[in-house]
């Protein structure tokens, strides 16, 4: 619940300049998926992980980067939790 508190406040605190790193984001999230089902991370987990990315990749393509950067965060998150 704290990590997902911090990564909300530094998305909301995030300028516009950073619209460009959605990509980053995601393109790291898919690094540590495919980490993370090589661990043995339980299936639940990783759809749940999957699922918020995919969101935020949505949700940059729509043209909402705040909401982006917010699920990849969370995503993030709960994936290196």
Known sequence: MKNTILSIVFV?????????SCPMLWGELDSEIKIAKES?????????IQKLRDSGKQAHDDGDHAKSEILLNEALILIKS
């Open 12 to 20: 909301i605190s995030a300028s516009s300049a950073f619209a460009g």
């Open 40 to 48: 043995g991370m339980s299936s639940d987990k990783v759809d749940i």
